[in-house]
């Protein structure tokens, strides 16, 4: 396969050539990060009451599917204790 010379020079000046363009980004300073506004307790107090209130709801989940899973036989608890203890012929002391 023979490339034409002309496309290999075109490949090697773009190859070779210096780009030059502007990016849209500009450089971050200090004065660019957010400076705090407004009460912290406020803000404190209004994610404590969101976070209480998704913690009470899981809460709430949990509880139901364990009487949900109690009530339909899934789960067995094993808290009933027999009158007496069970006696076994084969066991000796």
Request: hydrophobic share 35%; net charge positive.
């Amino acid at each position: 396969m023979h490339v034409p010379q002309r496309a290999v020079q075109v490949l090697a000046r773009q190859a070779l050539q210096k780009r030059s363009y502007h990016s849209s980004l500009t450089t971050s300073t200090y004065n660019d990060l957010p400076s705090p506004a407004g009460s912290w307790q406020t803000q404190f107090e209004s994610q404590q009451r969101k976070y209480n209130t998704i913690l009470a709801a899981g809460l709430a989940v949990f509880a139901g599917s364990l009487l949900v899973g109690k009530a339909s036989g899934m789960f067995e608890f094993y808290n009933h204790y027999p009158d007496r203890p069970a006696t076994i012929e084969t066991y000796k002391p």
